[in-house]
């Protein structure tokens, strides 16, 4: 019986490139699956739909209306996967609803399987979070995300024991380049013809990690 995935690429810290992961994951999904539903859900950040307005809705959980409509749209096993980009100012109350309506057990008995994407940085903040998501969620699929944008050398030991999901850093005239609304990973790929040029390779390796990550997990799964 086939799954759906449901990504939630989070942190409770702000500038870590959690909508650049978002984004990229997004086009991914598109270029593999043909189709994907994603979920912006910031306040104050860059947001997830001024990048991809064409498959990105914004999502609410400010009041039971919103928090209830969003729900419903990811507990569904349809075979269309859903990525979330989670703004800092609402990781708390986000998790918070999932663990007190029991949203990861319901959905593993639904078919869907949550996986969240944690990008720390080095603040004492990020790792309190990273315990609390491990102690309330224990048998979720919770992966550290290493972007060396913002972590210069080996992960906090907090972090050591689980497998990270790494992010090169870029130059920096490379960063205002994918930075842009109007750029896309996956057109790139298309029509850049020097695959040796270093965003070319650096769009490429995050793509097959995104697609080793999926593999990991289903293989997970059936274990």
Known sequence: MRRTPVYIVCSPRPAV??????????EFLVLQRGAVIAFDINLREPSLLNYLPGVTETALISDTFGQMALMDR???NDGVPKVIDLGFHAFDDFFKLIAEIGFMKEADRRGVDPIVLFIPDRDRASIMAWAMLRETFPN??????????????????????VRPFKVAALPAF?????????????HYLRTNKDQSSELHQWVRTNYTRFRELELNLILHKLG
């Open 140 to 161: 979720a699929a919770i992966v550290p995300v290493e972007n060396e944008h913002v972590l210069w050398g080996p992960l906090p030991r907090e972090f050591a024991r």
């Open 74 to 76: 990811l507990i569904v």
């Open 17 to 26: 490139g959690k909508t650049l992961i978002a984004r990229a994951l997004t």
């Open 174 to 186: 490379l960063k205002s380049i994918i930075g842009r609304l109007t750029f896309s990973f996956s």
